[in-house]
Each structure stands twice: as C-alpha cells, then as structure tokens.
C-alpha cells in the first residue's frame, strides 16, 4: 500500500501541481515533437525516484516514464472537442491503473529505505487525499463543466479571480476533516452556511442556468470530498 500511495501522490503532483497551461497548449499544438511532453515524463519519473527513495527501484521510474509518455501520445492524438472530457478521464484511469498493477506486481512495503524512521501507510494515504481533493479535482470538474458554454465568472455576477476555485478547495478540504474526525454534522452546518451567502446571490440575478451550474459544482465537489473521507475512514479503521 506504501508504495500505490506514494506513486499516486508522485502522479498528482506530476499531473496536476507541476504542469503549467502553456505546457499543456504545447503538447496539443505539437504533439510528440512537444518538448513539454519529454520534461513532463522526465518530471514524474524524478517525483517517483523522489518519493522511492531508493535507487535499487530506479526501473519503477522508468515503467512510470514509458507509461506516461505512451498513455500521454495516444490522448493527444486522439483529442478532439467532442471527446476531450471522456479522454481526460480515460487518461487518468489509465495512469492510475499503471500504479495499481506496479504495487500489485512489486508489493514493495519498505519506506525511506536510508532513513531510520518509518512513516506508516495511513499517512501517505492521508496525504494522497489532501492532494486529490485539491487542485485534481479542480481540473476535473473543470472539464466537466466544458459542457456547458457557462461562466459563471461572467455571468453577471462580480468576483475575485480565481474565487471559486478556492472555495471549492477549502470546502472539500473542510468536508473531508470533519468526515475523518466523525464529525457528520459539520458537513452539512457548511453546506447551509455555504446555500445562505452562494444561492441568495444567485437568486437575486435570476439566472436559473447558473443556479444550476454552482449547484451542480457543490453537489459534485461535496459529495467527492464526503466520499474520499469515508473511504479514508473506512481504509484505516478510524
């Protein structure tokens, strides 16, 4: 388990953290002659010799680079308007599923191999979480949305830049501590704090498309983070 974590926390941080948008526009613009695609490959393999910390495992490295870069071809070359949301996901899916067998077939459970202390499973999965329901899901909903032409940004109502991705962050942040520390309660003290100040404005632009867009996004982003911290719980006993 030590070593699925650790891999997929190397991959968030590859995938999600450390890809800038103008890496991303080269890749779709040039394709396999896109220098980005080599040092994005180049990076993950580093995160995973990182977070291994073991030399003897420099050949996971390499399977997580020639994955990564094969899985990464075919999406770009297979991307168009129509199908870029389904890519996105079948993408992630892929990488994951990489992950999973690469622990299955090694079942590597030593941790900082030069180090004398040991940081148990629990907490590299807990770190996973934090990840995933941050800038990951921010993505992902992101281009879920793409399918329909709303900003709501745009739509009449004035706001911070980059505001309600922040907000997303730190409601499924709080949703996912206080489902891990049992407190059921706060969660949805939150979603009626959050209906109160978010849908009274709403109401007052009566603009039902963009109701249902913001009410989509909370329902979709609670319900990750409400199902992340139950599998937490229910992963590590608490």
Known sequence: MILFFKLLIAHFIGDFFLQTNDSVKSKEKRKIKSVALYVHVLIHGALVMILLWDI?????????????????????????????????????????????????????DADFTYFSFQIPAQTWFFIACILFLTTPISIALKMFFTRWKLNPENAG?????????????????????????????????????????????????????????????????????????????????L
Do not use: C, P
Not at 207 to 234: H, P
């Open 56 to 108: 003897y495992l420099w050949y996971i490295a390499v399977i997580i680079m020639a994955s990564h870069l094969v899985i990464d071809l075919i999406k770009l070359y297979g991307t168009n308007k129509k199908n870029k949301r389904w890519l996105f996901l079948m993408d992630q899916v892929a990488h994951v599923a990489v992950i999973v067998l690469i622990a299955l077939i090694k079942g590597y």
């Open 157 to 237: 109502i004035d706001s911070l830049k980059n505001a309600g991705n922040w907000i997303g962050i730190i409601e499924r942040l709080l949703v996912f501590v206080f489902i891990v520390v049992g407190q059921f309660g706060a969660v949805g003290f939150l979603l009626a704090a959050k209906s109160v100040f978010r849908f009274g404005d709403l109401n007052r632009e009566h603009n039902m498309k963009l109701t249902e867009y913001v009410l989509i996004g909370t329902l979709l982003s609670f319900g990750i983070a409400i199902l992340t911290g139950i599998a937490f719980q229910q992963m590590t006993g």
